[in-house]
């Protein structure tokens, strides 16, 4: 009952002492008390009055699921590694590294540990001035109002957001770009890759380990990077050619919002990622990218994905045996001058398996594979492939610049001279 229903009894209970006309019965009827709970409460009025039988029972007292002080200690402890985390992910970290691991059974017996509710986190980050990187201000009255949410694809595999974004994971100023793929039906993470910079290579390394564990999708969504859509009429770019191997489709994004899974999931992999690579002991990118797609691409599923509205899946898996390599590549055309091709600015001669060099005539146009993976250069010619040997360099055309005609006059005298 609330407290004006108990303070309304008491008046009846009191009431009764001079009226004998007054029943149980009648205050029963008022009140909702049963008269078992009325009996008690006339008892606490003989002992303590009115006031103070009207007061909680558990007034003044520390709630009994109240943390200690050790506990709070311990938690203010526990967060000084991760300097900026949110609400959720220290509570999981927390559940996850102390509550629920059997080598902190020790530190839970001690310090009175608790696995705590969500709310009560939010209270003692508030309580401690803790923020959270996750919390935005409110939006101005009158504010642009957020960008409406399409509907999921109904099947895993139907369609894949790609994205890449750069950050600085380590926090030592190296920053680096995580190409990351996002199945649309249950946002769950299918394989990313860390480069300097956001490349085809990047993509095209992530698109394989995409291939090899789930399959190919009917489509990738992306954005309008020269690397998806080239700016030359549409022309095929390096990553389409290889995604066109494996029949996948191309849809472009008019903006980020519109592939928003894919952008949330940034967000989340910038806001949780760099808290786990203290957690984890990740001590490089090397490291960092193969942990990534062995483990963390699982752990970050586990919590965030959810089952798609069909069951089913149109991910295609790759036959046994599959050559991942003769997709997954580069694919230049060269002409051949005195038996050699150039790339950049190398000058390479062409060898078959037993060392000896191949000429295949003078401007005869061949095809120049790259692997983007171990970046081995070879050409096929007639269904054999030959290795790429540097053997040379060629000079870059030097430039100068004049501000005259007399200092023209002097550089045209030097190159004659």
Not at 378 to 385: F, P
Request: glycine share 8%; aromatic share 10%.
């Amino acid at each position: 009952m609330d407290k004006r229903t108990k303070e309304r009894a008491i008046e009846l209970l009191v009431a009764k002492r001079s009226d004998p006309s007054i029943s149980y019965a009648d205050i029963e009827r008022k009140t909702g008390y049963s008269r078992r709970q009325l009996m008690r409460l006339s008892k606490r009025v003989e002992q303590l009055g009115p006031e103070g039988a009207a007061a909680h029972g558990n007034a003044g007292r520390r709630p009994a699921t109240a943390a200690t002080d050790d506990e709070i200690r311990y938690l203010r402890k526990f967060k000084e590694p991760y300097r900026s985390i949110t609400i959720a992910q220290f509570r999981d970290i927390f559940i996850e590294d102390v509550i629920e691991n059997p080598d902190r059974r020790d530190d839970v017996e001690r310090y009175g540990l608790v696995a705590r509710s969500r709310s009560w986190f939010r209270e003692l980050f508030r309580r401690e001035g803790w923020r959270s990187p996750a919390q935005r201000p409110e939006r101005a009255r009158g504010g642009r109002a957020a960008h409406p949410i399409r509907e999921p694809m109904p099947r895993r595999g139907m369609l894949v957001q790609v994205d890449g974004t750069p950050y600085d994971w380590f926090g030592n100023g190296d920053a680096r770009v995580l190409h990351i793929a996002v199945d649309d039906a249950t946002t769950e993470a299918l394989s990313g890759c860390f480069m300097p910079i956001e490349c085809m290579r990047g993509y095209a390394r992530m698109a394989e380990r995409m291939v090899r564990r789930s399959g190919a999708p009917e489509a990738v969504y992306s954005d309008r990077h020269s690397v998806f859509r080239s700016s030359k009429g549409g022309a095929a770019t390096q990553l389409s050619m290889m995604l066109s191997d494996l029949g996948v489709r191309m849809v472009f994004a008019g903006s980020p919002q519109a592939k928003g899974r894919v952008e949330r999931y940034n967000l989340t992999g910038q806001l949780r990622l760099v808290n786990d690579i203290i957690r984890f002991g990740i001590e490089d990118y090397d490291h960092l990218d193969s942990w990534f797609n062995e483990f963390y691409v699982d752990y970050l599923n586990r919590k965030f994905s959810f089952p798609p509205a069909e069951p089913g899946s149109e991910f295609r898996l790759m036959p046994e045996g599959f050559d991942y390599s003769s997709v997954f590549r580069i694919r230049l055309t060269r002409i051949s001058r005195s038996g050699m091709i150039s790339y950049e600015m190398g000058l390479y001669r062409m060898v078959d398996g037993d060392g000896v060099v191949y000429d295949p005539g003078e401007g005869v146009r061949v095809n120049l594979f790259i692997d983007v993976w171990t970046e081995e250069m070879y050409v096929e010619r007639y269904g054999k492939r030959y290795a790429c040997v540097l053997c040379g360099v060629r000079e870059h055309r030097k430039s100068d610049l004049v501000g005259n005609q007399r200092e023209l006059q002097d550089l045209l005298r030097k190159m004659r001279g």
